[in-house]
T-cell receptor, first 114, second 115 residues
């Protein structure tokens, strides 16, 4: 594991289901991120949390709802998703100014919406 | 707006060959650039982080260079091995209108090293 742990690794859900993705880091970082990776597209930033406060919502539909209860945990709550939301969802963490140490990513959750 | 381009999109080489992966970015006002490796269906593993004040960074058989003035970075892999087969991504930080930072990624180069 890289220091950033994501669960579950795989998730299949129906369009009417509600599920949550979890991310946990024990690196002492104070910023956490959700990225989406769809086939044939570059990674896209979804949300940024800095010191447990959401500082960026990159025009993400409301069917995705993030939660950051503390600096070590980040959730992505999912409800009424669409098949086009199927993708690899990656969590990352960094120091608030990652210029020196960069970013650390988790292994991702492979989401399939049926 | 920062845009990152990686060339080639895919590369297949025989084992033992030295190779270069290319990354270009449009906004040269970056303060670092990071190279990642991604195995199929997996997350990203950080390979090298180059600060804007540095020209290159080395880790084992990997060497990454950065030329801010031309908006380019290269990742050099020496004596390639089948285990190097993966997708290689470069990413630059970009300040959003909200003042937070985000990484802008290229689409990656898919490398296959044949035994």
């Amino acid at each position: 594991e890289t220091g950033v742990t994501q669960t579950p690794r795989h998730l299949v859900m129906g369009m009417t289901n509600k599920k949550s993705l979890k991310c946990e880091q024990h690196l002492g970082h104070n910023a956490m991120y959700w990225y989406k990776q769809s086939a044939k597209k570059p990674l896209e930033l979804m949300f940024v949390y800095s010191l447990e406060e959401r500082v960026e919502n990159n025009s993400v539909p409301s069917r995705f709802s993030p939660e950051c209860p503390n600096s070590s945990h980040l959730f992505l709550h999912l409800h009424t998703l669409q098949p086009e939301d199927s993708a690899l969802y990656l969590c990352a963490s960094s120091q608030d100014h990652p210029g020196i140490y960069g970013y650390t990513f988790g292994s991702g959750t492979r989401l399939t919406v049926v | 707006k920062q845009e990152v381009t990686q060339i080639p999109a895919a590369l297949s080489v025989p084992e033992g060959e030295n190779l270069v992966l290319n990354c270009s970015f449009t906004d040269s006002a970056i303060y670092n650039l990071q190279w990642f490796r991604q195995d199929p269906g997996k997350g990203l593993t950080s390979l090298l982080l180059i600060q804007s004040s540095q020209r290159e960074q080395t880790s084992g058989r990997l060497n990454a260079s950065l030329d801010k003035s031309s908006g380019r970075s290269t990742l050099y892999i020496a004596a390639s091995q089948p285990g190097d087969s993966a997708t290689y991504l470069c990413a630059c930080p970009f300040l959003t209108q909200g003042g937070s930072e985000k990484l802008v990624f290229g689409k990656g180069t898919k490398l296959t090293v044949n035994p």
